[in-house]
């Protein structure tokens, strides 16, 4: 039955980078991946060939003792995977909807006006600042759906697009990287008690910097990123004209969003409710804001948040879940033993790896690398149950920085990256030829610039 599991995983992933040459939506090979890895693993557990283990390390097996209490058991494990992926999702479809009900009143007309240049290298630039920074504060994810939806206000053609997209989802993880509310993996080191924020930012903010930075650099001596933009000012754009509603619901929409943490901070919540509450806020104050002067109520329907939920890519939400239903069986099914004790998949694998490679610098680099691969949440889970490293130990704050930027080798291997594939519709195999490699060089520069100061400041 794991053979099975291991094929099912590696058909489904190579289906998904298939995607166009398949003409098919990625959404359906990970919906079949997930959930026929579930289905495997049920029947093989049911039968007592497979156990599992559970996010608190108990084992169960139908051979072990009460039938139906193992069969709970293993329920029980199924209900908090789907729990912490629908966590993530609802937190994403909050973000994606307060994003496109500020689009639906041309809010972001307001930041495009702004961002005046036409040379594309210096375009570059000030979208990678963006996204370094609007990272750090409203996190990654929430940054690139923002900054590609203006990337597509601001230019034209497509093919530039995806080249833009492309530097905006390194620039996003890098900035996500360095700060406790950046990224899912940073939040999950913090409330977890392995680093403190203050810890995390100042030793994390200068390798998360020079993995942005050296990218953008290559990138600006690049063909893709000479000369000039063409702009959609240029060509007819009736839409992209501002409406009486747009100021507010841009400053509405960004304050909801920069909101979440000041929420999970005061009332200790999930992210995902500070998220919901702040959805609640912008919808309420875009049922009465006018767009438009006697507007008729026959038009209000324009700039409903009924539309805006219309326009969300629903295929990428639908992607995003089945791909973490397929992590959790991983990371459910016992695999093996570690000093004796039986772990799961993933744990297994992170615990070989560490054994097999003595210098622990190479081997979080390693999981950085992999977590690209196989998502970042839980290989920071398995390591915060791994490791026994006092909280603020440089290890945890590698983990960090490997865990956040490692995942923008692939554009699978964050959320930022799943968000501007489902976006932007970007071929797997093209980010692989054309990002990855930039990506590639940021994360190792940045890793470089984080065992110095390791070697100098934490000795």
């Not at 049911?46 to 039938?67: F, K, P, T």
């Not at 930022?416 to 190792?444: C, H, N, R, S, T």
Request: aromatic share 12%.
């Amino acid at each position: 039955m794991i053979p099975l599991l291991i094929v099912v995983f590696v058909v489904g992933y190579l289906a998904i980078a298939l995607e166009h040459p398949l003409k098919l939506d990625k959404a359906v090979p990970a919906l079949l991946m997930g959930t026929l890895m579930w289905a495997i693993l049920a029947l093989g557990f049911n039968q007592g060939w497979l156990s599992i283990v559970d996010h608190y390390g108990e084992l169960y097996n139908v051979n072990a003792g009460n039938e139906d209490e193992q069969l709970y058991g293993f329920k029980r494990n199924l209900i908090y995977h789907f729990s912490a992926a629908g966590e993530i999702l609802f937190f994403l479809i909050g973000a994606m909807t307060i994003v496109e009900i500020i689009d639906l009143h041309r809010g972001f007309s307001i930041i495009k006006d702004a961002i005046t240049m036409k040379n594309k290298k210096r375009l570059l630039w000030a979208l990678g600042i963006l996204a370094f920074i609007l990272s750090a504060i409203i996190d990654n994810l929430t940054a690139t759906i923002i900054l590609i939806t203006l990337l597509r206000k601001i230019m034209v053609k497509r093919n530039y697009r995806l080249w833009f997209a492309g530097m905006i989802i390194i620039a996003a993880n890098a900035g996500g990287a360095w700060s406790p509310i950046g990224d899912v993996t940073t939040t999950m080191l913090w409330i977890g008690g392995k680093v403190t924020a203050v810890g995390l930012s100042e030793y994390l903010i200068l390798p998360s910097l020079v993995c942005f930075v050296v990218p953008f650099i290559i990138a600006g001596r690049m063909k893709a990123f000479s000369g000039k933009a063409i702009r959609k000012e240029l060509i007819a754009d009736t839409d992209a004209q501002k409406l009486l509603s747009s100021k507010t619901m841009l400053w509405t929409g960004l304050g909801a969003i920069a909101f979440v943490p000041i929420f999970k901070g005061i009332t200790g919540l999930p992210p995902y409710l500070g998220m919901m509450f702040s959805l609640g806020v912008v919808w309420l104050v875009s049922e009465y804001i006018k767009p438009e002067k006697n507007l008729p109520r026959a038009e209000k329907h324009r700039y409903s948040t009924h539309k805006a939920l219309s326009r969300i890519e629903f295929s990428s939400i639908l992607f995003f879940l089945g791909i973490l239903l397929a992590v959790g069986v991983l990371e459910s099914l016992v695999y093996g033993s570690i000093n004796g004790e039986e772990v799961g998949t993933l744990r297994y694998a992170a615990e070989s790896l560490s054994n097999a490679i003595p210098n622990m610098d190479v081997v979080v680099i390693l999981l950085g690398a992999l977590s690209s691969l196989i998502d970042n949440v839980p290989m920071v889970a398995a390591t915060m149950g791994m490791f026994t490293y006092p909280i603020d130990h440089p290890i945890w704050h590698f983990i960090a920085y490997s865990a956040g930027t490692g995942g923008s080798l692939l554009i699978i291997g964050s959320a930022a990256g799943v968000a501007a594939m489902g976006m932007e519709k970007i071929d797997f195999i093209w980010y692989l030829k054309k990002i990855a490699w930039l990506a590639l060089v940021g994360f190792l520069a940045g890793a470089g610039v984080f065992i110095l100061i390791e070697q100098f400041f934490y000795a």
